[in-house]
């Protein structure tokens, strides 16, 4: 049981690129989130999905997407990479949504030069 | 809207020292709150949550928490800190108010704990 797990772990991009980061997790987790973690500002939510095929956005959406085609993935999309976007990314899943706990991946850490 | 705070960037003790992390939280709604910790360089895990029922939680690694909802605070505390315990703490937030936006986890800023040998 490996829990949730994100590749790749350092990423460097130049403006304009872009990028998917991965998730996957195998506890059957019905929800996913991601999250970005700036120094001194805690985590922000990005986006969130409660099942297969459903998504919706968090507190800091622009300039990324999601999907969710499997319970088990989560893939993060950024399509035009800004400065603005390096960040350490954290995946995160839980079985409900409400009182229950939120495991996290180990994190991407991403520069965007 | 629902938030949290946790007044202090950091927080250093003497091991063998009690310790205390300060969290206090604003929501509309019954709370439902939750400790993460963070290593250097790692993703947060789960310490411990409050729900419902007994003020005082305990969780992981000799860890509690009281819930105090007069004061809407909920301070992490250990009886003897670790040099081990050095590491980022996180308190965390939902409000238990059902359905959308509301039932979002909102984190701290987050407090560094130093436990000096």
């Known amino acids: 049981n490996a829990g949730v797990t994100q590749t790749p772990k350092f990423r460097i991009l130049k403006i304009g690129q872009s990028m998917t980061l991965q998730c996957t997790q195998d506890?059957?987790?019905?929800?996913m989130y991601w999250y970005r973690q700036d120094p001194g500002m805690g985590l922000k939510l990005i986006y969130y999905?409660?099942?297969?095929?459903?998504?919706d956005k968090g507190e800091v959406p622009n300039g990324y997407n999601v999907s969710r085609s499997t319970t088990e993935d989560f893939p993060l999309r950024l399509e035009l990479a800004a400065p603005s976007q390096t960040s350490v990314y954290f995946c995160?899943?839980?079985?409900?949504?409400?009182?229950?706990?939120?495991?996290f991946g180990p994190g991407t850490r991403l520069t965007v030069l | 809207a629902q938030s949290v705070a946790q007044p202090e960037d950091q927080v250093n003790v003497a091991e063998g020292n009690p310790l205390t992390v300060k969290c206090t939280y604003s929501?509309?709604?019954?709370?439902?709150l939750f400790w993460y910790v963070q290593y250097p360089n790692r993703g947060l895990q789960f310490l411990l949550k409050?729900?419902?029922?007994?003020?005082l939680v305990k969780g992981s690694y000799g860890f509690e928490a009281e819930f105090n909802k007069s004061q809407t605070s909920f301070h992490l505390k250990k009886p003897s800190a670790l040099v081990s315990d050095s590491a980022l703490y996180f308190c965390?937030?939902?409000?238990?108010?059902?359905?959308?936006?509301?039932?979002?986890?909102?984190f701290g800023t987050g407090t560094l704990l130093a436990v000096q040998p």
């Open positions: 995160a899943s839980s079985l409900t949504g409400v009182t229950d706990t939120q495991y």
């Open positions: 506890m059957n987790h019905n929800y």
């Open positions: 999905s409660v099942g297969a095929g459903i998504t």
């Open positions: 929501v509309s709604g019954n709370p439902y």
């Open positions: 409050y729900i419902t029922g007994d003020n």
């Open positions: 965390a937030v939902r409000d238990g108010v059902y359905g959308g936006a509301t039932n979002k986890l909102i």
